[in-house]
């Protein structure tokens, strides 16, 4: 059985850095399409970055050039380096894991596994 347990929340100011850490357990984080999102109350869930089996990686328009996505096959382990932090930032970040090859990869619909979470705060 596929678990995410995510890591690495906190609260920061504008400006700072976060690393959000994703675990996973069950199966091999190479083998997956693998995803951070993101939630405020109220709005949707949000795809945030992507990184497919081939290493290729995708960026919500937002977060491209500030947050990178990584994938550490020894450690199994996705993480999510946030740099220059904006307010906008805040909200509850999830991992998300998928099949290879999604046609819509910043879609919540696409994958398969979820994490529980981790909170990010950012203040101005």
């Known amino acids: 059985q596929v678990r995410l347990v995510e890591s690495g929340g906190g609260s920061v100011q504008a400006g700072g850095s976060l690393r959000l850490s994703c675990v996973m357990s069950?199966?091999?984080?190479?083998?997956?399409?693998m995803a951070w999102f993101r939630q405020t109350p109220g709005k949707e869930r949000e795809g945030v970055s992507v990184?497919?089996?081939?290493?290729?990686?995708r960026h919500a328009d937002s977060t491209r050039g500030r947050f990178t996505i990584i994938r550490d096959r020894e450690k199994n382990t996705l993480y999510l380096q946030m740099n220059d932090l904006e307010p906008e930032d805040s909200g509850v970040y999830y991992c998300?894991?998928?099949?290879?090859?999604?046609?819509?990869?910043?879609?919540?619909?696409?994958?398969?596994?979820w994490g529980l979470g981790t909170q990010v705060a950012v203040s101005s």
């Open positions: 998300a894991a998928g099949a290879p090859y999604l046609s819509r990869p910043l879609e919540t619909v696409q994958y398969d596994y």
């Open positions: 069950g199966y091999s984080v190479r083998l997956y399409t």
């Open positions: 990184i497919n089996i081939d290493g290729t990686t």
